[in-house]
């Protein structure tokens, strides 16, 4: 069994696997009589011929150390979770090694960020830190296999 030491997350050590969604420092522009600033595009949609669909997915938490030993991925469309809640959570990933998952990495994300996984990415499932928590979700739906999921060698995640 092998250990990983879950990080903080950065857009530059994410980037492999998709985008972060945060506000930027400065925003695309600002509505509402000035009132709201609007950050525009942080990540796209890959629809793969299906349809872009909004749904809330409730997770139950995990601790630290954690046996990750599932891992899926989105062959057709992208992944974007984006918490609900006041809590940091968790992202694995795992580059894709000819079909297979390759070595996972385990991301430490902080409240109020998410993130958009590109489609084909391995992944860990929904895992909060703290308590039970609510993500909003925007995926694909439609016709075509658009789940694969693998048990790996179990890896624990330290923090």
Not at 21 to 47: K, W
Not at 75 to 95: E, K, N, T, Y
Not at 113 to 138: I, Q, S
Request: aromatic letters at 6%; a negative charge.
């Amino acid at each position: 069994m092998s250990t990983i030491r879950a990080v903080p997350i950065s857009a530059e050590a994410f980037a492999p696997f998709g985008d972060l969604l945060a506000v930027r420092d400065m925003p695309t522009t600002l509505i509402n009589a000035g009132r709201c600033e609007r950050h525009d595009a942080l990540a796209t949609v890959e629809r793969g011929g299906g349809e872009a669909i909004i749904s809330i997915f409730r997770s139950q938490p995990v601790s630290l150390p954690y046996q990750c030993a599932l891992l899926e991925r989105h062959p057709l469309g992208s992944q974007a979770f984006m918490p609900l809640g006041p809590d940091p959570w968790l992202s694995i990933v795992a580059p894709d090694l000819g079909g297979k998952p390759g070595a996972p990495l385990a991301f430490v994300v902080p409240a109020g960020m998410g993130v958009n996984l590109r489609a084909g990415v391995w992944h860990g499932v929904l895992t909060p830190l703290e308590r039970p928590a609510d993500f909003l979700v925007v995926d694909r739906a439609g016709t075509g296999v658009n789940l694969e999921e693998v048990t790996i060698a179990p890896v624990t995640v330290t923090g």
